[in-house]
Every structure is written in C-alpha cells, then in structure tokens.
T-cell receptor, first 114, second 112 residues
Framework: DSGVTQTPKHLITATGQRVTLRCSPR?????VYWYQQSLDQGLQFLIQ???????AKGNILERFSAQQFPDLHSELNLSSLELGDSALYFC?????????????FGPGTRLTVL | GQNIDQPTEMTATEGAIVQINCTYQ??????LFWYQQHAGEAPTFLSY????GLEEKGRFSSFLSRSKGYSYLLLKELQMKDSASYLC?????????????FGTGTQLKVEL
C-alpha cells in the first residue's frame, strides 16, 4: 500500500459525459501528479500540482482539467468523453517539488467509455 | 522531444539473471527511475539513479551512464513473481516542476 488513495476504482460512462476522479496523496506529500495509461500509449504524464498550484503540464487535452485543494487532495475532471479516453488513470504523490524523488502511485481508476 | 527506448519483451528462467536495457534522449535530465508494474496494478518504485554508476538494492541493481544516455536494470535470482512489466522513466524539469517520462515498458516473463 503506497498510501495514495484514488476513487472510484472503476468508472463506466457514456461518450459525451463528464467524470471526476479523486486522489488523496500520502500524508505530508505536497506534489500530486496525474498519469494516463492506455494499452497502446503506455504511461503518459498529464499534469503536476504542488501545494495547490499547477507546476508542470504534459500531454493533457483541453477537455481535461485538474485542481489541488487546500487539504492537498486533487481532482481530475474529464469532459466530453470519447471512446479513446478509456484508460487507467493514476495519481502519484511525492514529498516536494523535485526532492523526495520517489513518486508513489495510487491504485488507479479504470475508466471505460462506452 | 523525449524518447525512451526499451525492449518490448524478454523471457528468462527462474533463478537466472536478466538485464533490461533502456536508452533515452530527453530535453533535460533530473534522474532515471525504474518501476515494476503488474498487469492492472500501480507501478511500484524499484530504483533511482542520478549519478553515473551502479546502485544495488537486494536482488535489483540499476546502472546509469549519462554521457551515453543509457541505463540498465539487473535482476538476480529470478523468481516467478518477478514476471511483470518494467518501466524506465526519466525525470525531466518542466516549467516550475518535473515530469516523469516513461518508456513503454519491458514485459518480463519468468519461466520454470
């Protein structure tokens, strides 16, 4: 158990819908990262937040947005869902912006878009 | 752009040693990581290298040559439970933060 929690574990929805994925980092970790893992693309970095502020952006679509709240939990919002958005979405946390080098991954949310 | 290459699949025998190679070309470098991932599960951290040389951690060792853009993960005394995907990832400074850029993973199959 990494100490990172994600809810829900599974999510099935239809095209065009909007969903919210939730992540709680390890106690004391200030950085939260979101990743998407699909069968054909591997693990892709989406976005990083540090202590409530966006710090780094990867291949995140405009239909996707994220935020980190004062209690440090984070939410990833996916809207206008398409079939291709079906994937495993992982959240990871680390202690600092760059230090505390190891990222600890949560169990993931499996999103299925029908 | 970022490019990380590792073999797609490898097969090895229980009790043996296997080396998984990774080459990278990235815009910036702030450390190289190896993660293990079983199907449908979260990646788990195995090793970290930021300086050239070998880091040993029990049955797992990882080597880095920054000048060659090359790393390998060495697994000794293979066990059946080591059958998994092994992900090489480079931490790249980006804006005010960092991102991990992952290779597509090496699927290791350990056989009797």
């Amino acid at each position: 158990d990494s100490g990172v929690t994600q809810t829900p574990k599974h999510l099935i929805t239809a095209t065009g819908q909007r969903v919210t994925l939730r992540c709680s980092p390890r106690s004391g970790d200030l950085s939260v990262y979101w990743y998407q893992q699909s069968l054909d693309q591997g693990l892709q970095f989406l976005i990083q937040y540090y202590n409530g502020e966006e710090r780094a952006k990867g291949n995140i679509l405009e239909r996707f947005s994220a935020q980190q709240f004062p209690d440090l939990h984070s939410e990833l919002n996916l809207s206008s869902l398409e079939l291709g958005d079906s994937a495993l979405y992982f959240c990871a946390s680390s202690a600092g912006l760059a230090g505390g080098y190891e990222q600890f991954f949560g169990p993931g949310t499996r999103l299925t878009v029908l | 752009g970022q490019n990380i290459d590792q073999p797609t699949e490898m097969t090895a025998t229980e009790g043996a040693i296997v080396q998984i190679n990774c080459t990278y070309q990235t815009s910036g470098f702030n450390g190289l990581f190896w993660y293990q991932q079983h199907a449908g599960e979260a990646p788990t951290f195995l090793s970290y290298n930021v300086l050239d040389g070998l880091e040993e951690k029990g049955r797992f060792s990882s080597f880095l040559s920054r000048s060659k853009g090359y790393s390998y993960l060495l697994l000794k005394e293979l066990q059946m439970k080591d059958s998994a995907s092994y992900l090489c990832a480079v931490r790249v400074p980006t804006g005010g933060g960092n991102k991990l850029t992952f290779g597509t993973g090496t699927q290791l199959k350990v056989e009797l």
